[in-house]
């Protein structure tokens, strides 16, 4: 996979990739720098059945866009149409 390009988001980050399937493919792991923010607050949410991740992004950011928000506070889960009722989300205070 290439580095991530001028206009992205990641590009100031440090990305690492590592194999997490049987078939080999990647999956990229995004570390972040807090060191200008500070402290993060969070709020913890549980997924209930028949929850979207952009459902939720509108409750919490009024935008369903945003919901990369959640998405990327929680890179323990890979596929957001199979979250299992009752896991902790970690909603960030943004």
Known sequence: MAAPSNDSR???STIDYFTTK???ENAPVVFYEFS???KLN???YYWKDGDRVDNVAAT???FPER???IAEFNPNIDDW????????IRI???
């Open 22 to 24: 049987e078939d080999g």
């Open 67 to 69: 919901w990369w928000i």
């Open 42 to 44: 969070y709020t913890d």
């Open 81 to 88: 149409f199979n979250v299992k009722p009752g896991t902790i």
């Open 10 to 12: 990641y590009y100031d």
């Open 36 to 38: 200008e923010l500070g």
């Open 60 to 62: 919490f950011f009024l």
């Open 92 to 94: 960030p205070r943004v």
